[in-house]
């Protein structure tokens, strides 16, 4: 498929973080952060038997890549042919050596599908990761902070159905006592469990997302983009999971759903009681 939009994968509810949360890291002179690491894959299947060819992921994985960097971490970016996924093995492994106080985000750009009840990112090499694997091998990380952040499309399904709730038609304050109550209920629940990362996707279980070229990224992560400087809602002079998740849900919401309805799709974010520092803001 080719042409001015297109869809990442084949073929919604917002989730949120519950509202009374517990910031794990604050930025003022008194706190640092810990150690920060990052992997960012990006692939638009150029040269690959994975179709269609996209046009962004590349573009998306360098420029947030670039970001990080900016911002202090420690990054392995995989763009194009070397996003596969024996390399993801490898670089998983490589972090073996990470201490429990550090944090790890991973970030991937391109194609998801949903095929017999699973969802899967795909790398270039054509290899389909499922949720589950994903959760395995970012289960060998030691640290105990962890973000992963999929730009694709049915990637909500990443997340599965519970902790969360669905904040369409109501208040963060009616939806606290929901959202706490289920963080203590059963924490093998979700496909990447909230106890092991905070996970941000473009788009729902069923939904598509999509890339265009006035935008020259990926929707969602054009947006995502810009979290640096205009994500920080508190003023307290960082990004949060959280923050950057309101920021960029709110922007798709009324910069690209509002006029592209046909095309709409809406972000999620896993549920829980924690919320992690992704970066000082600019």
């Known amino acids: 498929m080719k042409g001015s939009i297109l869809k990442r994968g084949s073929g919604g509810l917002i989730f949120i973080l519950a509202a009374v949360c517990f910031l794990l890291g604050a930025c003022s002179p008194e706190v640092n952060l810990p150690e920060q690491y990052a992997l960012v894959y990006g692939s638009t299947y150029a040269g690959s038997t994975v179709k269609p060819v996209l046009g962004f992921p590349d573009d998306d994985a360098r420029d947030f890549a670039a970001i990080l960097s900016r911002k202090g971490y420690t990054v392995s970016g995989q763009i194009n042919s070397e996003a596969t996924s024996e390399q993801l093995e490898s670089d998983i492994e490589s972090l073996s050596g990470i201490g429990k106080d550090g944090f790890f985000l991973f970030y991937f750009s391109g194609?998801?599908?949903?095929?017999?009840?699973?969802?899967?990112?795909?790398?270039?090499?054509?290899?389909?990761?499922?949720?589950?694997?994903?959760?395995?091998?970012?289960?060998?990380?030691?640290?105990?902070?962890?973000?992963?952040?999929?730009?694709?499309?049915?990637?909500?399904?990443f997340i599965g159905d519970s902790p969360g709730v669905d904040t369409e038609n109501s208040s963060l304050v009616f939806s606290a006592p929901e959202a706490f109550s289920k963080y203590f209920a059963n924490i093998q629940a979700g496909d990447i469990a909230y106890t092991e990362a905070i996970v941000i996707t473009a788009a729902g279980e069923q939904d598509l997302s999509w890339e265009a070229d006035a935008y020259g990224h990926g929707i969602f992560t054009y947006f995502l983009l810009q979290t640096p400087g205009r994500a920080d809602r508190n003023g307290d002079g960082c990004v949060t999971a959280s923050e950057a998740y309101y920021f960029t849900q709110s922007a798709v919401v009324n910069n690209w759903n509002s006029r592209q309805p046909g095309r709409s799709f809406y972000p999620h974010i896993s549920g829980g009681a924690m919320d992690f520092v992704l970066f000082e803001a600019d």
């Open 111 to 157: 194609h998801g599908v949903s095929q017999g009840g699973s969802q899967y990112i795909v790398f270039h090499d054509g290899a389909y990761v499922s949720d589950n694997d994903l959760m395995r091998l970012i289960s060998r990380v030691p640290s105990r902070q962890k973000v992963v952040i999929i730009d694709a499309c049915n990637s909500g399904g």
